[in-house]
């Protein structure tokens, strides 16, 4: 059992960092001064 709650508290950890850095490119990707840059659509 103490095991499995390390390797949940690590994977629990891995997609908080994931969701986190999504999450600031959701936010640095959505404001209108960053619209207007040409193929901002393809990063």
């Not at 390390?6 to 986190?20: D, T």
């Amino acid at each position: 059992a103490n095991l499995n709650d390390a390797v949940f508290v690590i994977s629990v950890g891995n997609f908080a960092i994931i969701g986190f850095t999504l999450g600031i490119f959701a936010y640095v990707s959505s404001p209108m001064e960053f619209a207007d840059i040409p193929a901002a659509r393809e990063l």
